[in-house]
C-alpha cells in the first residue's frame, strides 16, 4: 500500500447517527423530537449577549474562556481548577479516553446509551465493553463492576441514561464507587441532570469530592438550550480536570457560545422555569401512555423510550404521518423527546392508536 492509511480503527468508527429533522408539511405543524433539544427559543438577553460577541468575531475568543469558568465556579461552588470546558459534552468525552486510555484500553459502559461513547473510544483506538442495560432500561451496575479488568481505565455513567431514560440513585452510585479500584476514572455523564426528580438523586458535586477517581460532564446543549452553540464542562478533582484541559482544541469553544453560556447562567432561574415546565409535560405524557395501556421505563430525563422491537421502524414511519420526527433505533426502540405541548399529544395519541388497533 502506497497512500497514506489512518490507524485501522479508524475504520471502524461507527457513524453517529443524528436525529433528522421533520419534512415540512402544508398541512400541519411538523415537531422534532429527534434530538433531546429544548423546544424553547433562546431565552431574553442570551440572544443579544450572542450578538454582542458576533462583533468581535475577527477576534479569537478568550482562550481562557475566563468569564465562563469564573460563573460556573460560582454557581457550583468549585474552584476553578476542577472544572474543564470542551465543546459540548462530546468534546468531553474525546478528551478523557484521548487522555486516559492507551491503544487497547477497556472503557467501560452500558449498553444502549449514548452513542457518542462507541465513536470516541473507537477513535482512540481503545476497547469498548458494553454491559447490557437492565429490562427495565437501568444500568446493572453490578455487571458494570464485574466488567472492570487490569486494562480498564474508564467507566461512563450515564445517568439519566440516553436513550432508555433512568437515572441512577446516590445510594446505587455509591455502591458502585465502592467496588471500582481508585486507578479506574468513573466519569458521570449528567447531561440531563436538571430534568431528574426522583428519591434519593445523585449529587455529583458532593460525589466527586469524595472520590479522587470521579468526573462529571454537563451541558449546556439540553436544559440550557445552546445545543447549537457546543459547550458543555466537566467538574472534577484539579489532576483530572487538568488532564482535559490539557488535551484541549486551543480556542475550542467560540467567543459567541462562551458569551451565550454566561448569559444564561445569569438568567437561571427563569431557564428552571421551563425545565419545570418540561418536566410537567414529562409527567403528563407517562399518565396519558399509562392510561393507554402503555409502560415507558422511568424517563428523568427530557425524553421517553419506547421498547419496540421489529415494530421500531413502523413506529416512527406512522409518528411521521402525524407531524412528530422521533429518534429510531432499528430492532430494539423509539426515543421521543418532550417538547412542545401539541406535540406530546401527539406521542400520546399515536400510541393509543396503536394499542387500540392491537399493533
Ligand atoms: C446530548 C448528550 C450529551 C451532550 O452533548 P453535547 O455535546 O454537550 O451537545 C452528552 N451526553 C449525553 C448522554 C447526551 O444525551
Known amino acids: 500500500m502506497t497512500s497514506p492509511q489512518p490507524r485501522p480503527s479508524i475504520a471502524q468508527i461507527p457513524p453517529y447517527v443524528a436525529g433528522k429533522p421533520p419534512a415540512p ?48 465556579s460560582a454557581k457550583l461552588g468549585v474552584p476553578t481548577e476542577e472544572l474543564a470546558l470542551a465543546t459540548g459534552s462530546v468534546g468531553l468525552i474525546y478528551q478523557l479516553v484521548q487522555a486516559f486510555c492507551d491503544p487497547d484500553d477497556e472503557v467501560v459502559f452500558a449498553w444502549r446509551s449514548f452513542e457518542a461513547y462507541p465513536i470516541a473510544v473507537t477513535a482512540a483506538a481503545a476497547r469498548m465493553v458494553r454491559v447490557p442495560v ?30 432508555t431514560g433512568p437515572a441512577v440513585t446516590q445510594a446505587e452510585l455509591d455502591a458502585f464507587l465502592a467496588k471500582i479500584p481508585p486507578q479506574v476514572l468513573v466519569v458521570v455523564d449528567e447531561a440531563y441532570v436538571e430534568f431528574v426528580r426522583m428519591t434519593d438523586p445523585v449529587d455529583g458535586v458532593a460525589t466527586y469530592r469524595r472520590h479522587e477517581n470521579v468526573l462529571l460532564t454537563r451541558t449546556f446543549s439540553k436544559a440550557y438550550g445552546l445545543a447549537g452553540f457546543r459547550v458543555g464542562y466537566a467538574v472534577g478533582p484539579a489532576p483530572l480536570a487538568g488532564a482535559l484541559r490539557a488535551v484541549s482544541l486551543p480556542f475550542g469553544v ?21 425545565v419545570e415546565a418540561l418536566v410537567a409535560e414529562r409527567d403528563r405524557v407517562v399518565a396519558g401512555l399509562a392510561d393507554a395501556g402503555w409502560a415507558v421505563p422511568e424517563p428523568q430525563g427530557n425524553f421517553v423510550w419506547f421498547e419496540l422491537g421489529d415494530r421500531t421502524l413502523d413506529y416512527a414511519k406512522a409518528a411521521d404521518v402525524v407531524g412528530i420526527m422521533v429518534r429510531p433505533f432499528a430492532g430494539e426502540g423509539a426515543r421521543v423527546t418532550i417538547a412542545e405541548t401539541e406535540a406530546n399529544d401527539r406521542v400520546v395519541d399515536l400510541v393509543a392508536k396503536w394499542v387500540r388497533e392491537g399493533a
Open 254 to 274: 467560540s467567543g459567541v457560545a462562551q458569551a451565550a453560556a454566561v448569559a444564561s447562567l445569569e438568567r437561571e432561574p427563569e431557564l428552571l422555569e421551563r
Open 25 to 72: 408539511r402544508a398541512d400541519l405543524t411538523t415537531y422534532k423530537l429527534s434530538s433531546n433539544e429544548n423546544p424553547y427559543p433562546p431565552l431574553p438577553g442570551v440572544v443579544e449577549a450572542a450578538l454582542g460577541a458576533v462583533q468581535t468575531m475577527n477576534r479569537y475568543p478568550d482562550m481562557g474562556s475566563t468569564a465562563l469558568y469564573e460563573a460556573l
Open 134 to 163: 437492565l429490562a427495565d432500561g437501568r444500568h446493572d451496575l453490578d455487571a458494570m463492576a464485574e466488567a472492570v479488568t487490569a486494562r480498564t481505565r474508564v467507566v461512563l455513567v450515564c445517568t439519566p441514561n440516553n436513550p
